[in-house]
């Protein structure tokens, strides 16, 4: 499989992306919480030097709940403040102002010594594309907030987002491009829905995902579609096909039909929580 970005259109948005950075004190970055790893671009570490950071494992409600918990003991360990949420039902957003107000002591410290009170915190949000950017500012910030803009020190046209007294979100979020460099990392974003399936082959990757669910979670393809799931990844993919009837005029089974159908029910959450990685 060989995925490529688009080198032209990630340049602009990292530009704009560098000149948000200048405006704030805190990033909140979203990870995908079923391919935390894959699902991150390195470069933001650079990118935003000298700023608090948070990262979110969000869509943590699709992932493997004990999964969700080694990877957020694993970004701490690495000295990230980190939570898990679900941006989609609000599941662990309400924590998050007591995180951000810890992961930014340094700057609330700062400003007192220098005599500066009720300075909001600026935070924004990055992330690859599809990682939940849009749904979690929207729960996040929910009905109180106040938009604010144009005010000096503020570039003209900055939408800001009053949390509460004490944060405020730029609306906008920073797009992340992310890295192919690994085939690998190339298959997990196609599988959890980061990468235009128009640009992967349907059939080999949900071979793959056959191929990982029949070794990491055993079980549950047999359990889903009621196969005996110890043949080979293909051997299953035709049993699936079978099972839920998808077929060609003629009777010739849907391969294409059934890889698109496994896909789907795992984006959705349907075969179970699961993380691939
Ligand atoms: P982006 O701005 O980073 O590109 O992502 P966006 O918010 O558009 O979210 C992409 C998809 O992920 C949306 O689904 C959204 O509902 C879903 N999503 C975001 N956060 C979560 C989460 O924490 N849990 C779950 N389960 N899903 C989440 P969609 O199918 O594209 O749209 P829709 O059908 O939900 O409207």
Redesign the pocket.
């Given at each position: 499989m060989n995925l490529q970005w688009y080198p032209g259109h990630m340049t602009k948005a990292r530009r704009m992306m560098q000149e948000d950075l200048k405006l704030i004190d805190l990033v909140i970055e979203l990870l995908d919480a079923r391919a935390p790893l894959s699902s991150r671009n390195p470069d933001i570490d650079e990118m935003s030097r000298q700023k608090s950071r948070l990262l979110l494992l969000?869509?943590?409600?699709?992932a493997d709940e004990k999964k969700n918990q080694e990877w957020g003991a694993f970004f701490q360990k690495k000295g990230f403040y980190t939570a898990k949420?679900?941006?989609?039902s609000n599941a662990g957003l309400k924590a998050i102002h007591n995180i951000i107000k810890e992961a930014c002591k340094e700057k609330l410290e700062r400003d007192r010594r220098r005599g500066i009170k009720n300075r909001p915190i600026r935070a924004m949000v990055v992330?690859i594309?599809?990682?939940?950017?849009?749904?979690?500012i929207n729960s996040f910030a929910g009905k109180a907030c106040t938009k604010t803009g144009n005010r000096p020190g503020v570039t003209k046209g900055k939408q800001w987002i009053r949390l509460n007294k004490s944060v405020e979100l730029l609306d906008t979020?920073g797009i992340l491009w992310p890295k192919f460099d690994d085939p690998q990392v190339g298959e997990r974003l196609a599988m959890i829905g980061s990468v235009k399936d128009d640009l992967i082959n349907i059939e080999e990757l949900s071979l793959k995902l056959i191929g990982y669910l029949q070794r990491n979670y055993p079980g549950l393809l047999q359990k889903r579609y009621n196969i005996d799931e110890s043949g080979e990844t293909l051997q299953l993919l035709e049993a699936i096909a079978r099972e839920r009837n998808c077929v060609r005029k003629g009777a010739d089974l849907d391969y294409e039909k059934a890889a698109a159908m496994v896909m789907e029910e795992f984006r959705g959450?349907r075969l179970g929580r699961i993380t691939l990685e």
């Open positions: 969000n869509k943590a409600d699709l949420v679900d941006s989609r992330g594309p599809n990682v939940g950017k849009s749904t979690f979020p959450g």
